[in-house]
């Protein structure tokens, strides 16, 4: 199918070439979604690409700390058109999809760092440009106002990126993705006590990162 083609570095973006068709089913049925997918249904992939894109880029985000996500998010989707034959309904649909996309970035990430090139990756594109050209058009106090925030913004990200990527993604799953313990343990193949727990773990490390961070604010202001 075209759509899980690799990005050939056109404007188009793979998002907007499925959104392209709007389709007149209702998908809702998970059962008939599924059946649909499996006989290679154009418009019921249309579909689990609006629903999931969003979702899965936000946690391959969350994992590898990167904006440069859409060849990774394409990999997922070209393994769920892949596998979907196979699907058994064991577990959710979504469940299903999440886990192929933290095995993706689990592979991705060992690919990564075993060459020496995660550091690269993580650090993105830089906003330097525009910053400067914001703070030309600001008042003084708005630059005062700003650059307290953008230090406050920054430590966060720090806090986050001391995280091992699986903690960012589990953080993110529960707080922003609102999954169930039992959801993200089908999807780590991990009890749900032990993801209770765990979250735990990670909500306690990130408060004393922010606080080692955050209690530097004053010095750079």
């Known amino acids: 199918m075209e759509f899980f083609k690799p990005s050939d570095g056109k404007n188009t973006s793979n998002i907007e070439r499925f959104e392209s068709g709007n389709g007149q089913n209702n998908w809702s049925d998970e059962k008939k979604l599924i059946k649909a997918l499996a006989k290679g249904d154009?418009?019921?992939?249309?579909?689990?690409?609006?629903?999931?894109?969003?979702?899965?880029?936000?946690?391959?985000?969350?994992?590898?700390?990167?904006?440069?996500?859409?060849?990774?998010?394409q990999e997922v989707f070209l393994r769920v058109y892949k596998g979907i034959k196979?699907?058994?309904?064991?577990?959710?649909?979504?469940?299903?999809?999440?886990?192929?996309?933290?095995?993706?970035?689990?592979?991705?990430?060992?690919?990564?760092?075993?060459?020496?090139?995660?550091?690269?990756?993580?650090?993105?594109?830089?906003?330097?440009?525009?910053?400067e050209?914001?703070?030309?058009?600001?008042?003084?106090?708005?630059?005062?106002?700003e650059f307290s925030a953008e230090i406050v913004s920054r430590k966060i990200k720090e806090a986050l990126d001391?995280?091992?990527?699986?903690?960012?993604a589990l953080l993110y799953m529960k707080e922003v993705d609102g999954l169930t313990y039992a959801e993200i343990g089908k999807i780590l193949d991990k009890p749900e006590g032990t993801i209770k727990s765990k979250l735990h773990y990670i909500k306690k490390q990130l408060k004393s990162f922010l606080g080692e961070a955050l209690g530097d604010e004053q010095e750079e202001l």
């Not at 064991?90 to 550091?119: E, F, G, R």
Request: with cysteine; net charge negative; proline share 2%.
């Open 162 to 168: 001391k995280l091992s990527p699986e903690d960012r």
């Open 133 to 145: 050209y914001h703070y030309q058009l600001s008042s003084e106090e708005d630059i005062k106002e």
């Open 86 to 131: 196979k699907f058994r309904g064991d577990s959710k649909l979504s469940t299903w999809i999440y886990k192929i996309a933290m095995n993706v970035c689990n592979n991705l990430y060992k690919k990564l760092k075993n060459n020496s090139i995660l550091t690269d990756f993580e650090e993105g594109s830089s906003d330097e440009e525009y910053n």
């Open 42 to 73: 154009e418009e019921a992939y249309r579909y689990l690409y609006r629903t999931y894109a969003p979702k899965i880029g936000a946690l391959v985000k969350s994992f590898l700390g990167s904006d440069d996500i859409d060849d990774v998010i």
